[in-house]
């Protein structure tokens, strides 16, 4: 009966479909691809039933290629834990393989897994025990991890380098979904790192580097053990991973920056790899910021990486010096052609990391140089997205640090009004708000702003064109703005008033439409006041009529807002008039409407609203929704209805109702031929409409239409320059400012080098070193404008920048590995073992306790044999020897500390130039030295390696000085040639 079976099985596995068959029929039934794997899933469902191991193996195998494909297979979660069961390797893989791929932490079949998944741990086959690792790091959950941390942390004491290896890596997986296994596990997981396998000690390296990637802080005291894996390995991976860590680890302990000044110098000059060099640079430059020889050689090396054909190294060479710009700018501002001509690579990532640097390259002195530059190269510039890109790095440079480096506020302005320019832009709303900025904050240059604001709004025809693609428009909100607020900077009021009162300013968006409305009004208020100074009669008339006539186009926009103001602005002007008609004066009135001065807002102030007394801010207004609401009401489906009794709905009977619903309004023949006809006439009376080539009907031409084609072919075509930006007439030009600033330039270094002169000559008589002169002291350009600082803030508030803590993610499982590792391990922290129920036997009164000497109860102690070490020596005419017969009980880990030593019933003789020192029962009988002082090792102290002293010489000298070495056997003695031997022999035998 077995062998029928058997050969059934066989049959069964040659008829079935394997994986190469699946794949195979997938790609030739790519019309009706999802029909076909709909039949072999329900083939694998036949043979997932069968009992046949190897036949649900090879179901299981091609489930798994299916999920990756997109196709769900958590209905056969069971059948998967039936394969990884197997006894046989190459089921168990295939099971695994699957599970690590499905299996996630809400899989319900994973706490049946627990006991499966220890017994192949501990499995004699070392590839049994890797698979099972492997797809215990891929699914592994809470539970998993709480059960079985223990059974990995025993693997690491395997003897086999592969189990050990991957124990490693998967005690990372372990800990992130149960971090109170760290403590424990650290102190093995740090023997790891000086494991005699390569490969070992590379997994330690990269778990420890994982988990200090986020909490470095907690080993800072790893720094000894890495320096020494750091200056003795030649894995260049490994060493990538140790230095990112020095990387984390120098800002926090600046000792150990110098420490590293010398292999990351040596690393640098010597390695060829260019991963190896970065990163060694990064390191450089976050933990040894101050040691300017090695950041001069790694600015020397990046140079390299950046004059590289390979643009991978290139972009890498930028980002690096981007970060030694923000601590060492000057060493940077050295490459400055360097890094502009990178303005003309061609990848586009590599412009834009060059336009960073500039950033930060930037000072009072070469602030207009690069701007002019950077305008230069954007006019040349390909590809709008980059055009823009440029403009918005243009204005961040030079509003950086508020405004720090900017000296002359009309060159500001100047480049501003340049930038308008620029056609296509989507930096309008941009160019504005800096507009804005600059008028409010900057008082001195209100003036000139002001006669630029109204040479723009003078020509809004030229930035109005096609205002609904092109951002630059946004430019006359801002000019409106500045023209109102500041009117009594303007020069001719009346002709401003009538730019913003032309019938195209309604072809605008709707928002700088209000802004026309509002500030029409403030302009003329100002042109009321100096009239009614004036005593002109007839400019008052002529205003107001001008207004009235003008402000109900304003009052038809389709926006709501224009509307509004334009309602108010104009009822207000009527009822202006009737006073004037009255003989009165509204002006100073109507002037009060807008006093006081308008201060930027600060950044925090509606954070800083002090919240009303009785206001819960979190509470509901209404009656809080019902959670559980949602899940037992079915909403109703709006788009199919469908009628049932029971009040359910179902996809199969969407699909129906829709399909009945497909049927019931299908059109008949007749319709569809009207429907045809409709839209052949629609075709032929559409003139933009392109008829196929196959047609037979020729379109008519006629005689007009040929004679207007032939003139239209004979008009010549002018190729027009896209490129040309926009000229706007009477705008001041930002080259007359460059010309003025070289020129202060020049007169200023004329200055400065008599004075460096008498410097040098001073530090010459006082015998210091010559300091070279800074060139780029900024401090020494005048600035010509002052920036307010004044922003509006709620009542009692104060502008502060430490409001915003940073908040990490909740979710972050490297939140929860934040954890002292240098403390003690307590009681809690041990974690649980598997131990055998003790039964406890009561004795009785009567029965005699057998004496027996007290012996560890727990476990069995394992002594070592005997051996017997016979020295012979023969000198000075006797005979020298030596005895040494020692018990040593093998160390258990597991063994209490008060527990009681085996007490041994040999005697230890010791025979040393004819005398004889005998041990009974664990006591001397003979005068002893003192027992020898515990020695801590501090090879591992940071604070003893970080002094720098040496570790040996140290250790043997606190021994010498604490009397460790006895007085008989001391290592300096000379008298004797046997003190070698004899030596030895004390150290074992009171040991």
Known sequence: MSALKKVKGVMDRVLDKNLQDLVRGIRNHKENEAKYIADCLDEIKQELRQENLAVKANAVLKLTYLQMLGYDISWAAFNVIEVMSSTKYTFKRIGYQAASQSFHDDTDVLMLTTNMIRKDLNAHKMYDAGVTLNGLSCFVNVDLAMDLAN??????????????????????????????????????????????????????????????????????????????????????????????????????????????????????????????????????????????????????????????????????????????????????????????????????????????????????????????????????????????????????????????????????????????????????????????????????????????????????????????????????????????????????????????????????????????????????????????????QELIQQTGQLLVDKLPMFVQSSDLEVQERACCILTLMKYVIKLQEKGLKAGDEVVALFTGDLNPVALKAQKKVPVPEGLDLDKWINEAPDDSSDDETDSPNIFFPVESHHGNYSYSMVNDSAKEKEKKYELTEEELTEKREARKQEQESNPYYIGSSKSKKKPKVSSSSLLSALVIDDIPVANIDLSVPLHVPGLSSSDKYIKLAKEQEAERDKDSHKKSKKKKKHRKNKGQAAADYDDDDDDSVPVLHAVSEACEMPEGAVVSDGDDEYKGDHDDPHRLLDINLDTPLRAEDKLPVRQHHVVEVTRTEEEEPIERPQKHRHHKEKTKKKKHKKHRHHEHGYQHEEKLIVEEPEPDLLMNEDAAIEDTDADISVEVGGASNVVENGEVNLPVPPPPTEQVDQTDNMDFWLSGVDAGASTMAAQATAGDIPAEVNTTQQDSPFTDEVSTCNYVGFE
């Open 151 to 536: 059974d990995i942390m025993t693997l690491l004491t395997s003897t086999k380098p592969y189990i050990r290896k991957k124990a490693i890596l998967t005690l990372y997986k372990v800990f992130l979904k149960f971090p109170d296994a760290l403590r424990p596990a650290f102190p093995r997981l740090k023997d790891k790192l000086e494991d005699s396998d390569p490969g070992v000690q590379c997994a330690a390296v990269n778990v420890i580097c994982e988990l200090a990637r986020k909490n470095p802080k907690n080993y800072l005291s790893l720094a000894p053990i890495f320096f020494k894996l750091m200056t003795s390995s030649t894995n260049n991976w490994m060493l990538i991973k140790i230095i990112k860590l020095f990387g984390a680890l120098t800002p926090l302990e600046p000792r150990l920056g110098k420490k590293l000044i010398e292999p990351l110098t040596n690393l640098i000059h010597s390695t060829s790899a260019m991963s190896l060099l970065y990163e060694c640079i990064n390191t450089v430059i976050a933990g040894i910021p101050n040691h300017n020889a090695s950041i001069q050689l790694c600015v020397q090396k990046l140079r390299i990486l950046i004059e590289d054909s390979d643009q991978n190294l290139k972009y890498l060479g930028l980002l690096a010096m981007s970060r030694i710009l923000k601590t060492h700018p000057k060493s940077v501002q050295a490459h400055k052609d360097l890094i502009l001509q990178c303005l003309d690579d061609k990848d586009e990532s590599i412009r834009l990391r060059a336009l960073d640097l500039l950033y930060g390259m930037v000072s009072k002195k070469n602030l207009m140089e690069i701007v002019k530059k950077l305008l230069v190269h954007m006019d040349k510039a390909e590809g709008s997205n980059y055009r823009d890109e440029l403009l918005a790095k243009i204005i961040e440079i030079c509003s950086q640090s508020n405004y720090h480096y900017i000296t002359n506020f009309e060159w500001y302005v100047s480049i501003l009004v340049e930038l308008t320019r620029l056609e296509g832009t989507r930096h309008g709303k941009l160019i504005a708000s800096q507009m804005l900025d600059v008028a409010i904050r900057v008082e001195a240059i209100r003036q000139f702003a002001v006669s630029q604001m109204a040479i723009l709004l003078e020509n809004a025809h030229i930035l109005a064109t096609n205002s609904q693609r092109n951002g630059i428009c946004e430019v006359l909100h801002a000019a409106a703005w500045i023209c109102g607020e500041f009117s009594e900077y303007l020069t001719n009021l009346s002709s401003t008033l009538e730019c913003m009162l032309r019938s195209k300013v309604t072809a605008l968006p709707g928002h700088i439409q209000s802004i026309y409305v509002q500030n029409i009004l403030k302009i003329y208020c100002r042109i009321l006041v100096k009239a009614e100074q004036e005593d002109d």
